[in-house]
């Protein structure tokens, strides 16, 4: 196992060097540059911000040192927001994305978990297809109808809680954003479990277990939880790396510091160095988590040998 | 006591989330249920805590790189020129108590406050002046906007790397004294003066921490405020700082500024009672706004043209007057204002905004009726060649940027297709690509806007003299030029004016471009934060601003 994962990490190397060099020719290749602006500014004036930021250099030179900084985990200054790193802009936003994204996940985990078993369990049922239409809704409304209208009702209307902003990650702050990112990841999660326990559930071993004279209960939490998880771990890989990098939605409906929000402006930008940090950081959270997932496999499965 | 009814925001869901389409604003608002209203007092607010949106995270808090209007904001807050702004946008004493120039306007003497200190308690000299003009002009330091300072003698030439920074025509006389030799004339100096780039800095914190003087933890500045706390794109706090030299006038003890890029957001924030003054909000949700929230939603002239460029060194324009004024006569600009763009902004018809002692020179056309004037362009359209059968055909090329100008747009192109008969297609492309392809005179038509500077006709007159940067069109006229630099030269205001009307007029002559709108500022403003005024450059400083005592009820 220990050797399996350090060839996967190694193998991520390759991959990630893949996603620098696109990344970069990709944003180079676009018309305009960091720093045009619509006032224009003075050629000498120019000249030397390029040159403070490398830019005068030819293409080769430009990508190699941005490599060798990499390579020391140095992502370079941000063009758009003079003075500051990227490492700083992801090290200020990261854990506000984390906090929610964890939130909301372990909240979608929880309640769409829940709903889905139960859903399975009743199949047929009033509850069944109550929960499932609600799912449905809960997967196809967007988040940017769900988040103003939590606003409204909450915050404008009702005043209970903040209408945005962060404060340090404060209770009353989160619970919104939460919410508004774990709606349609619990609908997908309830959708989810029912379709792998109703399958679980028609399996062999289960009938085994029933024939056996088991009580209902002991059958879905002994047998029938485990093997019900595969689908939902391969889901959760790519979800929380996707969840960890932020939601561009939910972050600037509720004005949050995160950094989903800074991807958009900063390729409108021609932020270079801040676009291929933030894809760099995203590639890495999804080899990282996709390896974990394959690794849950093995625990949950007993049939999954890794080598 | 007073009480001001603030309407409820049940009003329209739909306009929240979405945002609203252009609505006719002579309708009448929708009946709305009963409203939550504020009680606003008469007495100060026990706690002076003014909470203000800002459109989009500042890309640098260093007076001498900051280029956008949320820096400009945070930064009239952080820091104070020799001048500053008044309540009502006007020039005023900040740093320099009093001044005198000479008989030629050339030269200025400024007379330093002696209780004038940065934020750590040093006493702030003519020399920290020095200091920071050099520093601005010097190429090395890299700001955009250096050529702000041209009006200083050898401001240019150093910062095109002919001269050194000592050849700056500013001298410390003694600690409190500071001579400012200028290139020309300039009547609007001291309005020059109080914007961010020619604010001081101070030297030993940039001397020890480089780009890193900003932080909060580092940065000493001279303002009515101190930086206390910068959550990127999120929030910037602000405290009231005891060494500012009228800091007893100073009544807000804490600024919030809070950064939301999407500006409904903002009218949320507002409406949740986060927020107590909103940077802006999104044009199209006017009606529904000014039927709600009733009085506190502000707006007023911004000193900007909206306009259309024609590319004057390519066809079809080029060497081609008639299709030129065709094009501008032809456009509806009234109930295009009216209808497209809500009332917000005034249609324009010359190139500067309104500016108090400045007569615009508004053109004969603009006086005539609407057949007239359709004729008119009709006939110039076909003297410049143009048919039924032989349309002109052309796309307009917008940004992305403004989401409204698009309908504005389409409603301009719809007019010269009914009016001439012209064939002529909106294409939106990104902000960077348009600014790029502007620069390399590529497009023949396209969105085009100006923001002065400072409150005086020179800052717009810059953008169509021959080779000017900005001069997207490639425009050359020597007589415009020539009545621009007559003026540049002419310390006589009054005088001043009269050449740049002049000018103007040589631009309407020219058909040089398609004038639109007049800009405004968009507020959203609590009825019970006192202590500012609407004026044409839309810098409304923290340091007058007060709260009310007042319940929402």
Not at chain 1, 87 to 101: C, F, K, R
Not at chain 1, 165 to 191: E, F, N
Not at chain 2, 19 to 43: E, F, N, Q, R
Not at chain 2, 112 to 121: M, Q
């Amino acid at each position: 196992m220990l050797r399996y994962t350090v060839r996967r990490l190694l193998g991520a190397i390759p991959t990630l060097l893949v996603i620098v060099t696109l990344a970069f020719l990709l944003l180079h290749a676009a018309p305009g540059g960091p720093f045009d602006a619509a006032k224009r500014m003075l050629p000498e004036i120019q000249k030397s911000i390029e040159a403070k930021y490398h830019l005068d250099e030819p293409l080769w030179r430009q990508y190699l040192r941005y490599l060798g900084d990499l390579a020391r985990g140095d992502l370079g200054p941000s063009f758009q927001y003079r003075g500051t790193s990227v490492n700083e802009i992801i090290a200020q936003g990261l854990p506000v994305d984390a906090t929610i994204g964890l939130t909301a996940i372990t909240l979608a985990l929880v309640v769409g978990g829940a709903v889905g078993v139960n859903a399975a369990l009743r199949r047929g049922s009033r509850w069944d297809y109550g929960s499932m239409a609600f799912a449905v809704a809960g997967i196809s409304t967007p988040v940017f109808v769900v988040a103003p209208l939590m606003i409204l009702i909450f915050a404008v209307t009702l005043h209970w809680l903040p209408a945005g902003d962060w404060v340090g990650g404060s209770p009353s702050h989160l619970v919104l954003p939460a919410i508004a990112l774990a709606l349609p990841y619990v609908a997908y999660i309830a959708r989810l479990m029912r379709g792998s326990t109703i399958e679980v559930l028609n399996s062999p071993f289960i009938r085994t277990a029933r024939a056996k004279g088991l009580p209902l209960r002991l059958i879905v939490w002994r047998h029938a939880l485990r093997p019900t998880l595969t689908p939902l771990v391969s889901f959760l890989g790519p979800a929380i790396a996707g969840l960890l990098t932020g939601s561009i939605v939910v972050e600037s409906v509720f004005g949050l510091p995160g950094i989903g929000r800074h991807f958009i402006t900063a390729a409108l930008n021609r932020d270079y160095t801040l676009v291929i940090g933030i894809t760099v950081l995203y590639g890495a959270l999804i080899i990282l988590f996709n390896l974990l997932a394959d690794l849950c496999y093995a625990w949950i499965d007993p049939r999954v040998r890794l080598r | 006591m007073t009480a001001l009814r603030a309407r409820a925001p049940w009003a329209s869901l739909a306009c929240l989330i979405a945002g609203c389409s252009s609505v006719d604003p002579s309708t009448t608002p929708p009946k709305l249920p009963p409203a939550p209203s504020i009680t606003v007092g008469t007495g100060l607010a026990g706690e002076q805590i003014l909470s203000r949106g800002l459109d989009d995270t500042p890309r640098s808090l260093d007076p001498q790189l900051s280029t956008d209007v949320p820096g400009q904001r945070l930064l009239d807050d952080l820091f104070e020129g020799l001048t500053t702004v008044d309540i009502a946008g006007k020039p005023a004493p900040g740093v320099a108590s009093s001044w005198d120039s000479s008989a030629d306007g050339k030269t200025w003497v400024f007379h330093l406050r002696r209780d004038a200190r940065w934020s750590n308690g040093a006493p702030l000299t003519a020399g920290d002046f020095v200091y920071s003009w050099r520093r601005v002009v010097d190429p090395k330091t890299g700001a955009e906007y250096a050529q702000g300072m041209a009006a200083i003698d050898n401001a240019l030439a150093i910062a095109l790397g002919q001269k050194p920074t000592d050849a700056l025509g500013v001298e410390a006389l003694d600690e409190h004294t500071l001579k400012v030799r200028l290139s020309g004339p300039t009547p609007y100096l001291l309005d020059l003066l109080s914007q961010q780039y020619a604010y001081p800095v101070y030297q030993p914190v940039i001397a020890r921490y480089g780009d890193d003087w900003v932080r909060p933890e580092h940065i000493v500045s001279n303002g009515p405020f101190v930086l206390r706390e910068n959550v990127l794109s999120s929030r910037i706090t602000l405290e009231k700082n005891a060494n500012y030299w009228d800091a007893a006038h100073v009544r807000v003890q804490r600024v919030i500024y809070y950064i939301a890029s999407d500006r409904s957001v903002q009218v949320s924030r507002f409406m949740a009672g986060d927020v107590d003054w909103t940077d802006s909000f999104p044009s199209n949700q006017y009606p529904w706004l000014k039927s709600v929230l009733g009085d506190q939603v502000v707006n007023s002239p911004y000193f900007g043209t909206y306009m259309l460029g024609m590319n004057f060194t390519r066809p079809p324009f080029k060497d081609n007057l008639p299709l030129r004024q065709a094009l501008v006569l032809a456009i509806d600009r009234e109930p295009l204002a009216r209808y497209m763009r809500l009332g917000i902004y005034q249609p324009a018809y010359t190139f500067v905004p309104p500016l108090e002692g400045y007569q615009q020179p508004r053109p004969d056309w603009a006086g005539l009726s609407d057949a007239a004037r359709h004729a008119l362009a009709r006939k110039l359209y076909a003297q410049a060649g143009y048919s039924e059968r032989h349309p002109l055909r052309l796309d307009l090329e917008s940004s992305r940027q403004d989401p409204d100008a698009r309908h504005y747009y389409e409603a301009v192109a719809e007019g010269w297709r009914s009016v001439l008969g012209a064939d002529v297609h909106v294409y939106e492309r990104e902000f960077k690509v348009l600014l790029q392809e502007l620069q390399l005179h590529k497009l023949l038509l396209f969105h085009d806007a100006w923001i002065g500077d400072y409150p005086d006709p020179y800052t717009f007159m810059q953008v169509y003299y021959t080779g000017d940067g900005n001069n997207h069109g490639g425009y050359s006229n020597p007589q415009f030029d020539r009545l621009v630099d007559a003026a540049g030269q002419e310390p006589d205001n009054v005088k001043r004016y009269r050449l740049f009307e002049q000018a103007e007029r040589v631009l309407d002559d020219d058909a040089a471009f398609i004038p639109l709108y007049f800009y405004a500022t968009r507020h959203l403003v609590k009825p019970y934060v006192r202590g500012w005024q609407s004026n044409i450059m839309d810098r409304n400083l923290s340091r007058y601003m007060y709260l009310l005592e007042h319940q929402r009820r």
